[in-house]
Each structure stands twice: as C-alpha cells, then as structure tokens.
C-alpha cells in the first residue's frame, strides 16, 4: 500500500526558511518520479516541483531559485527545501507519486496527508 507522510510546515516570517520531508511507504523513492504540489486557501491546486526517475528536477516559475529536491534513498524520504518564502508560498503542501507539471488541475490521486506553511510577519 501506498503511503506519504509529510511534516516540516509551520509559520515562519518573509524571507525564513523551511524544510518539508516526505517518508514514503509502499514503493521506493529512488527509483521513482515524485512531486510536490500546493494548495493555498481558496484557490485551486498548483504544481510546485517533480523530481523524475531519472534524476532531473523541474520547478515551477514561482519558486525556480528558491525551492530545492532533494531525495534521502536510505531513509526512502523526500524533502523540499524553501528559502527566501513569501506570503504568497503560503498554503498546504502535498508530496505525491508520479511526475506533475504546469498542468495540474486537481490533486494527485497518490499524495501525503499535507503540511501547512504560513508565511507571514
């Protein structure tokens, strides 16, 4: 069975930094494409980042820069890390299985329960 277990999120200010993890059950990270989504209250889902099976990673425009993937294969985790946040990064972070893009229109059908970021001073 499938299972993504996110944390990290929390309130931080303008400018903070934060680390979210992403312990998977089910299947092995690194041999697998995975992505993180959000969603920010209000509005629909939104494609963050993928990192594919192959090893490449692609980010979105919004975050290009500031956000990194990153894979721990001996824990079978997933992070991401973000620098330089905005209150416009605030919303539920998902990880989720299989590679996403710009096109997102719904939650991924295999994702993490979420973790909440709030940016704000």
């Known amino acids: 069975e499938v299972q993504l277990q996110a944390s990290g999120g929390g309130l931080v200010q303008p400018g903070g930094s934060l680390n979210l993890s992403c312990v998977a059950s089910?299947?092995?990270?690194?041999?697998?494409?995975m992505s993180w989504v959000r969603q920010a209250p209000g509005k629909p889902p939104e494609w963050v980042s993928v990192f594919n099976s192959g090893g490449s990673t692609a980010y979105a425009d919004p975050v290009k820069d500031r956000f990194t993937m990153s894979k721990d294969n001996a824990k079978n985790t997933l992070n991401l890390q973000m620098n330089r946040l905005k209150p416009d990064d605030t919303a539920v972070y998902y990880c989720?299985?299989?590679?996403?893009?710009?096109?997102?229109?719904?939650?991924?059908?295999?994702r993490g329960q979420g973790t909440l970021v709030t940016v704000s001073s």
């Open positions: 089910g299947f092995t990270v690194a041999s697998r494409a």
């Open positions: 989720a299985l299989g590679s996403y893009g710009p096109t997102l229109a719904v939650l991924p059908k295999f």
